[in-house]
C-alpha cells in the first residue's frame, strides 16, 4: 500500500547478478514501496527480462498507470537486457543522465532505461563500475556534499574518488571474491570451522595486516593462517575471521592512505569495514542508509524522468 495523498511518479530497479530489488517513487524520490526477488540477471530461471520485470513491478503499473521505469547495475552489462555503453571519467549525474541506454517499450509501463555506469580508461588498469556510481551520488545527495573518497565493499570493493559532484577516479579491489576462493578451494579452508563472529580472530587479521610492508607481503602472510592452526596458535573458529580482518585490512591499508572515507554498504558489511578501520586509526564515516534509491532518484530527475 502506498500513502493516500502522495502520488507514485518512478519505478526503479537495482538489478544485480544475483538479486533485484524493486522501488516505487513520488517525485520528490520517497519510497513509497519496495519489492525484492532472487532474479538477478544470472538467476532468471528461464524468465525473460520483460516478465521479471512485470512480476516485481507489474502491480505498481497496474495501480498506477505506465510509469517511467529507471535500472541500474548489472542489467544493463553484456549479459544484461541492453548494454548501457559506460561513461567515461569524469562523470557525473549530467553524464550519466546523457548516455542513459533505452530499453524496448513494455505493455503497462512507461519509457524504460538503464544507467550507464563509469569507465577509468586506463592504458595499464582500466577500471569499471556498473551500479556503485548510483550509489555514490545517492551518497552525495544524502550528504549534501560534493567532494570525498567513498568506499563501496562487497565481492569487488570499490573506492571511488569524487571532485565536484563528478567521479573523477576509482579503484577495485577484488577483496570478497578473493575471500570466497580461499575459503571455498584452497588449503587455508580445510581448518576453518563455521560459528558466529569472531572478534578475536578478525582483529588479529587486521593487526597482521598493519605489519605487512613490500607488495607480495600479503601472498607470504597468507599461509601462515594455516601454520598457526596446525601449531594450535590458531582455532579453526577463528580463522575465517582471521583471513576475513587480513584481507580487509590489507585493502584498507592500501587504498585510503590515510585519507579519510565514507562507507557505503549494508550495516553488516559497513560494520566489519568500519571496525578494521577503527583498528588501523583510519578516520572513516558511514554514509546514511538509502544511497541506492536515492542516486536512481538523482538520475532519473537529471534525465527529465520526472
Not at 530497479?13 to 532474479?39: E, I, K, P
Not at 610492508?213 to 601454520?227: I, M, T, V, Y
Request: aromatic share 6%.
Amino acid at each position: 500500500m502506498t500513502p493516500a495523498l502522495i502520488r507514485p511518479a518512478l519505478i526503479t530497479c537495482d538489478w544485480g547478478t544475483s538479486s533485484l530489488r524493486a522501488y516505487l517513487m513520488a517525485a520528490d524520490g520517497q519510497v513509497l514501496a519496495t519489492s525484492a526477488s532472487g532474479q538477478g540477471i544470472m538467476a532468471l530461471g528461464g524468465a525473460a527480462f520483460p516478465e521479471v520485470l512485470t512480476a516485481i513491478a507489474g502491480d505498481w503499473a497496474r495501480d498506477h498507470g505506465p510509469l517511467p521505469v529507471l535500472l541500474s547495475g548489472m542489467v544493463g552489462s553484456r549479459q544484461g537486457w541492453v548494454e548501457a555503453p559506460y561513461a567515461r571519467c569524469p562523470a557525473g549525474l549530467p553524464d550519466l543522465a546523457a548516455a542513459l541506454a533505452e530499453v524496448p517499450a513494455q505493455p503497462g509501463f512507461g519509457r524504460i532505461a538503464i544507467v550507464p555506469g563509469v569507465l577509468k580508461d586506463d592504458d595499464t588498469a582500466p577500471d569499471v563500475i556498473r551500479g556503485e556510481e548510483v550509489e555514490v551520488l545517492g551518497a552525495l545527495a544524502r550528504l549534501g556534499a560534493a567532494d570525498g573518497l567513498f568506499v563501496l565493499p562487497g565481492t569487488h570493493s570499490k573506492w571511488v574518488r569524487v571532485e565536484a559532484g563528478r567521479i573523477a577516479t576509482f579503484a577495485t579491489y577484488m577483496t570478497g571474491e578473493v575471500f570466497a576462493a580461499l575459503k571455498g578451494h584452497t588449503i587455508l579452508g580445510r581448518m576453518m570451522e563455521e560459528g558466529a563472529f569472531s572478534t578475536d580472530g578478525f582483529r588479529r587479521g587486521v593487526e597482521a595486516a598493519a605489519e605487512l610492508e613490500g607488495p607480495g607481503a600479503l601472498l607470504g602472510r597468507l599461509f601462515s593462517l594455516r601454520a598457526l592452526g596446525l601449531t594450535g596458535r590458531l582455532a579453526g573458529a577463528d580463522s575465517a575471521d582471521m583471513l576475513s580482518g587480513l584481507l580487509i585490512g590489507a585493502e584498507l591499508r592500501d587504498a585510503s592512505a590515510g585519507e579519510p572515507f565514507t562507507l557505503v554498504a549494508n550495516p553488516a558489511l559497513a560494520a566489519r569495514y568500519a571496525e578494521a578501520a577503527t583498528i588501523l586509526g583510519l578516520p572513516h564515516a558511514r554514509a546514511p542508509e538509502g544511497c541506492g534509491p536515492a542516486g536512481q532518484h538523482a538520475v532519473a530527475k537529471a534525465a527529465g524522468f520526472i
